[in-house]
């Protein structure tokens, strides 16, 4: 209030000036009257007579001038500074920051670790200290959501009456990606939860072992096209793309990389590509749009003497790196909250029967139609554990496109759905496998 005080009484002794200057100086200056009191009623409240100025004195230009400081000086007293009390906390940073990583990432940490951490290290301690729980959280989601995933997906198949083939599919998941040993026999004897945490367990010590990286390193050491093949096949019953042969050096080594982390994190995979694209796809349609009213309107640049060209490219280079900064916040937004969503499941529809067919043969759909251990038939599509992702047949796929058929399969809006992706079987890929050439 102290700084307010002094800075409003500079002001209106500069105003004054203006107004009503020095009387009795050297060179005699008018005085606006009628501006001084429409200025001090406005601004201050003060309320002033034109006829008060008749005869301008010292005394009065004085005496004005303490009535205008005054009333300044009351409405800074009464002002309310209550909303800037928190700013006033000699720990509000710590509080913000606080605040902000629990929205934003959705994990706690304390104001006084935060102040703790910028007292011994700096602002780069901080800094550290967010990322390292942003990394940790991170390792945690990358490691369950598989888990959770699955458990959704093999619930919504027991609610469609279909649980032979939920068990066989969860059974043949478990084993290929964490070596359970599971058999139908063993797993009927343990509860979803005993099972649930043992595979949580599994992939915990999985993940600390190294097992990414060590499978990734296998397949690199593979030197020629074919030893890759045959290593894909044998350890993911996988074929070699052919946009991965003839590939050398670097590029194949990340094009491997891609194909074994596409095959053992693939829902993380699938979650964060959609959830990419999505933003992507938004945000540089906007983008666009901006350069082209830009582009409208550049031209009258050159009646404040500047180039159009010089400008144009100035301001579509900033408004790009805009639209970069706003899909890294937007993606660090997202990929901690959002969640696929499992693919509805429709009960098995019994086959009609053509005629002159005996009733047993159509008595319902054959076990072998829903692919048996390595898959189910999910909403039209087969969700295989060998593709890691949501195969749906291309006359499923055309409806989806067109919006022909039921809307029961629909996303509500702002939820991500498992995406419809080409089928695996193609080139032997993952779908939605990125192309290291790209």
Same mark, same amino acid.
């Given at each position: ?54 005869? +301008? ?202 194909? =074994? ?8 995979? =699938? ?36 180039? &159009? ?38 009960? +098995?529809? +019994? ?14 759909? +054959? ?5 048996? &251990? ?17 195969? =749906? ?42 192309? &290291?050439?790209?």
């Amino acid at each position: 209030r102290r700084s307010a005080k002094d800075e409003a009484s500079n002001s209106i002794n500069l105003h004054m000036g203006e107004y009503f200057p020095e009387v009795g100086g050297e060179i005699e200056m008018d005085f606006d009257a009628p501006g001084l009191v429409n200025w001090a009623r406005t601004t201050y409240g003060v309320e002033l007579s034109v006829d008060e100025f008749r005869k +301008p004195t010292s005394d009065l230009r004085r005496n004005v001038r303490d009535r205008i400081i005054d009333a300044a000086h009351s409405q800074i007293d009464t002002t309310d500074l209550s909303p800037i009390e928190p700013f006033l906390d000699k720990a509000y940073g710590a509080k913000a920051m606080s605040i902000w990583a629990k929205e934003k990432f959705l994990f706690e940490i304390s104001p006084e670790k935060i102040e703790k951490a910028r007292t011994d290290g700096g602002g780069e301690a901080v800094l550290k200290l967010v990322i390292d729980e942003a990394a940790a959280l991170y390792k945690k989601r990358e490691i369950e959501y598989p888990i959770d995933l699955m458990a959704e997906t093999v619930a919504n198949m027991m609610r469609a009456r279909m649980q032979e083939q939920a068990m066989a599919y969860f059974i043949d998941w478990a084993n290929n990606r964490y070596k359970m040993g599971w058999t139908m026999d063993l797993i009927k004897t343990k509860h979803p939860t005993a099972a649930r945490r043992e595979l949580t367990d599994k992939a915990y010590k999985a993940d600390a072992d190294g097992m990414l990286e060590k499978a990734v390193q296998e397949a690199q050491a593979c030197d020629t096209d074919d030893k890759l093949r045959a290593h894909l096949l044998e350890k993911y019953q996988q074929d070699l793309p052919l946009h991965m042969q003839r590939l050398s050096g670097e590029e194949r080594a990340n094009a491997i990389r891609a194909k =074994v982390e596409s095959v053992l994190r693939a829902e993380l995979v =699938v979650l964060e590509r959609s959830l990419l694209l999505e933003i992507l796809d938004t945000l540089w349609k906007d983008h666009l749009y901006s350069m082209e009213k830009l582009r409208d309107g550049i031209n009258f640049r050159a009646y404040s003497q500047q180039d &159009p060209r010089i400008e144009y490219k100035r301001e579509g280079s900033r408004m790009f790196l805009e639209m970069m900064d706003n899909v890294r916040e937007r993606v660090t937004d997202g990929v901690f909250k959002i969640r696929l969503q499992a693919p509805t499941i429709q009960p +098995p529809r +019994p086959m009609q029967r053509p005629m002159g067919v005996p009733g047993g043969i159509s008595g319902g759909m +054959p076990a072998g139609m829903l692919g048996g &251990p390595s898959g189910a038939q999910v909403g039209g599509g087969i969700l295989g554990s060998d593709s890691g992702g949501l195969y =749906v047949p291309p006359e499923a796929a055309r409806q989806a496109q067109t919006g022909d058929g039921d809307d029961e399969g629909e996303a509500d809006s702002g939820q991500l759905r498992a995406q419809i992706l080409p089928d695996p079987r193609a080139d032997g890929g993952l779908p939605g496998e990125p192309d &290291p050439r790209i």
